[in-house]
């Protein structure tokens, strides 16, 4: 006996660009031989199964990539002939390729008694180009290492300006100071916030340096003391501030060293030590001298004062804390309203919104003292020391917290070229120019970090050429892939785990390395596999 309901699969490559030898219009004299073509092909595929099933009084439902009136004027023509020939037996008709939220009613504009029997009968879905996503992949692994004992994980990913998923793993709170699990470990949820670490560099100082770089206030070209006059004199080697540029900042090429600890004075002369931000910005502009010359290959080293300098630099320019200037210019338009510095200021938040951190403070389990060092359990609080001891929480290195939903519309910024919505905040110009390879290291930019000879593993085996992004020491990643119009938000606290033997026990696993999830993510989605259809497809139409 036959089924019931019965299944029609078009073949759509008359719709795509490869073939438009078959493309006809109202001048075209081959217009009646194309139409029948046509005609012919929906014919051999619809008109003897919806006979039969007409028959036997079933119900038939059709499924293509491109809705007919995305397709040529003929196929449309040749296809709802046969549809409305069998509009009792074509229930539903299924199109997935469309960039839009919307529904289609087709009708009859020759033959207004002709019916549909008041069904509807094109419903094109908001899948955006038609993606394949096996998600439960990604579910499984990460959610396997939670119960393996990786504390906890968010995830967003979007792709064409929809987001595809958003979803939590783990807890945001689950040991104490003591490094034991509490009694009721607390879950994240979507709206928890995250220390984002140096995600900070681009999401705050570079996003404010781009729109001053918009707004004509900076070139990247521009000597540092430009726009702080006394950032000058020499080292005893020569190596003069009045030297540096801008853009030696953004490159790492400055010549500072990767970190200083100004907090603790058994690490640094007593002329550099500070615990107030004042006195530390005063050091870092006129004291703090180069670790190694700017002579030679320049190869970059990176360096969280390249980016503590440049929030001053921020903040000389505008008049405004780099806190201020953000929210001004870049978050209160974009109605961000998880995205700040120094969250536990506001009181709109506690600590229970965020995702903790180090079990005590900033010890490593004990093994570390220095005056004033926190102890507790970090959550809320940044985490970098240079940050909160010596910056009071504000610097262009460390200090942002955000959450799933805000990072996914701060990517997309940078999908868009500069704009959400109707406020632009960069041109596609800036843009490319933050995003040109350094010619020494192409796997940087202007801060960004670029996937351009595949040597970054936090990007995972498919990202392509193009993408960019940047990492955290909480455990923070973000991957954003303008060849698929992808953006992706990895958020965990790996560090909220017990430190054993010099190392915290969440950076065991692959869900805080970055790479593994980012090439699941690809590969739920079949991108691995895209160069190959574009060969064979080459191959074919040669």
């Avoid at 759509?12 to 005609?39: E, H, Q």
């Avoid at 992808?486 to 909220?496: G, Y």
Wanted: glycine share 6%; aromatic share 12%; hydrophobic share 35%.
């Amino acid at each position: 006996m036959l089924p019931k309901i019965r299944l029609i699969s078009l073949n759509m490559n008359y719709c795509t660009g490869n073939t438009d030898w078959i493309f006809i219009n109202s001048t075209d004299p081959l217009v009646a031989f194309s139409r029948n073509k046509i005609l012919i092909y929906v014919r051999l595929t619809i008109d003897p199964m919806a006979s039969i099933c007409e028959e036997h009084q079933e119900k038939v439902y059709t499924i293509g990539h491109y809705s007919s009136r995305m397709c040529m004027v003929s196929f449309s023509w040749a296809y709802y002939s046969i549809v409305n020939r069998y509009q009792n037996t074509i229930t539903g008709q299924f199109f997935a390729h469309t960039h839009f939220d919307e529904l289609t009613l087709s009708y009859n504009e020759t033959d207004s008694k002709q019916s549909n029997n008041g069904l509807i009968t094109s419903i094109e879905l908001n899948v955006p180009e038609s993606i394949i996503f096996n998600e439960e992949v990604i579910d499984e692994f990460i959610t396997k290492e939670i119960q393996q004992g990786f504390p906890g994980a968010a995830l967003i990913i979007s792709r064409y300006g929809k987001i595809l998923k958003q979803t939590v793993y783990g807890y945001k709170l689950k040991y104490d100071e003591n490094a034991k699990i509490i009694q009721q470990p607390q879950l994240l949820i979507l709206d928890t916030m995250f220390d984002l670490a140096s995600l900070t560099k681009m999401y705050a100082t570079n996003y404010a340096l781009m729109h001053l770089v918009e707004q004509g206030m900076l070139n990247i070209d521009d000597p540092v003391k430009k726009h702080i006059p006394q950032y000058c004199g020499c080292n005893p080697d020569k190596e003069c501030r009045e030297a540096r540029l801008i853009k030696d900042l953004l490159t790492h090429t400055a010549g500072y060293a990767p970190s200083v600890k100004f907090y603790d004075p058994e690490k640094v002369s007593s002329d550099l030590f500070s615990q107030d931000k004042h006195e530390t910005e005063d050091i870092i502009e006129t004291k703090l001298g180069f670790q190694r010359s700017r002579s030679g290959d320049q190869l970059p080293v990176y360096s969280d004062i390249d980016y503590m300098l440049l929030g001053l630099v921020v903040e000389h320019i505008s008049g405004m804390s780099i806190d201020q200037y953000v929210k001004i210019n870049i978050y209160q338009p974009l109605c961000l309203t998880h995205t700040l510095f120094n969250p536990l200021n506001n009181t709109n938040y506690q600590r229970s919104n965020f995702a903790a951190t180090e079990l005590n403070g900033n010890t490593r389990n004990h093994t570390i003292n220095f005056p004033n060092v926190r102890t507790h359990v970090l959550q809320g609080e940044v985490h970098d020391e240079k940050s909160f001891y010596s910056m009071n929480g504000l610097s262009g290195h460390a200090g942002l917290f955000s959450n799933l939903n805000d990072m996914s519309i701060l990517t997309q910024i940078m999908l868009n070229n500069g704009t959400y919505g109707n406020v632009k905040f960069w041109s596609k110009n800036v843009q490319d120019l933050f995003l040109k390879p350094y010619a020494y290291d192409p796997t940087y930019g202007l801060g960004w970090r670029l996937n351009r000879n595949k040597s970054l593993s936090w990007f995972g085996l498919y990202a392509s050429n193009e993408a960019y992004g940047h990492t955290g020491w909480t455990g923070t990643c973000t991957v954003i892939d303008p060849q698929y119009s992808m953006a992706i938000t990895l958020l965990t606290n790996k560090r909220h785990t017990p430190y054993i033997n010099g190392t915290f026990d969440g950076e065991k696993y692959e869900t805080g390395k970055y790479g593994k999830i980012m090439t699941l993510i690809y590969e739920s989605m079949l991108l691995h596999k895209v160069p190959s259809r574009k060969l064979r497809a080459s191959a074919m139409s040669d």
